[in-house]
T-cell receptor, first 109, second 112 residues
Framework: AQRVTQPEKLLSVFKGAPVELKCNYS??????LFWYVQYSRQRLQLLLR??SRESIKGFTADLNKGETSFHLKKPFAQEEDSAMYYC???????????FGSGTKLNVKP | DAGITQSPRHKVTETGTPVTLRCHQT?????MYWYRQDPGHGLRLIHY???????DKGEVSDGYSVSRSKTEDFLLTLESATSSQTSVYFC???????????FGPGTRLTVL
């Protein structure tokens, strides 16, 4: 069955510290992986996706098929990074999306 | 905001009453989705549509039905609301299969 697991409900770090938000997935096929972010009082929006292999706002994510993981990383966290982060998975046809339960990132000054 | 709106934005209703939530887009995109967001569960797909009159079930479709008679509108109906359907409901649109999803502002539904 398709499943996305985000083991941390809350992650607190100090400004300037590295941050890693964990995401593990289960999917019988070749999935597409995404990270979405929801800032306070804003709509959920795409942060980055695996196939684009891009860095957005200093965040990167590497797909590790052996460990079935897609962890989100940033070397130096900023206060404005505080938000709710969701890892998501889609099959090759992009018809269905599966989201993790989310990790709330709190960057302290 | 990708031209996507949801109505109503807030609703309080009683158990057993029917409720319809509306998702409206101005871009005529093909793919539309309904999710519910609950603490500890993240977003879960209820139903989705890949065109007018073409819909399919998501992972939590029981108790929900949808209709899409026009490209721009995707309606989610709770035939007989239950307290377990208290949630925040998000609509999303996707222009093409290789594009991203754009989300609406959400509807907070409380079933008493």
């Amino acid at each position: 069955a398709q499943r996305v697991t985000q083991p941390e409900k809350l992650l607190s770090v100090f400004k300037g510290a590295p941050v890693e938000l964990k995401c593990n997935y289960s999917y019988s096929g070749s999935p597409e992986l995404f990270w979405y972010v929801q800032y306070s009082r804003q709509r959920l929006q795409l942060l980055l996706r695996h196939i684009s292999r891009e860095s957005i706002k200093g965040f990167t994510a590497d797909l590790n098929k052996g460990e079935t993981s897609f962890h989100l990383k940033k070397p130096f966290a900023q206060e404005e990074d505080s938000a709710m982060y969701y890892c998501a998975l889609s099959g090759a046809n992009f018809n269905k999306f599966y989201f993790g339960s989310g990790t709330k990132l709190n960057v302290k000054p | 905001d990708a031209g996507i709106t949801q109505s109503p934005r807030h609703k309080v209703t009683e158990t057993g009453t029917p409720v319809t939530l509306r998702c409206h887009q101005t871009e005529n995109h093909r793919y539309m989705y309904w999710y519910r967001q609950d603490p500890g569960h993240g977003l879960r797909l209820i139903h989705y549509s890949y065109g007018v009159k073409d819909t399919d079930k998501g992972e939590v479709s029981d108790g929900y039905s949808v209709s899409r008679s026009k490209t721009e509108d995707f309606l989610l109906t709770l035939e007989s609301a239950t307290s377990s359907q208290t949630s925040v409901y998000f609509c999303a649109i996707m222009p093409t299969p290789t594009d991203t999803q754009y989300f609406g502002p959400g509807t907070r539904l409380t079933v008493l």
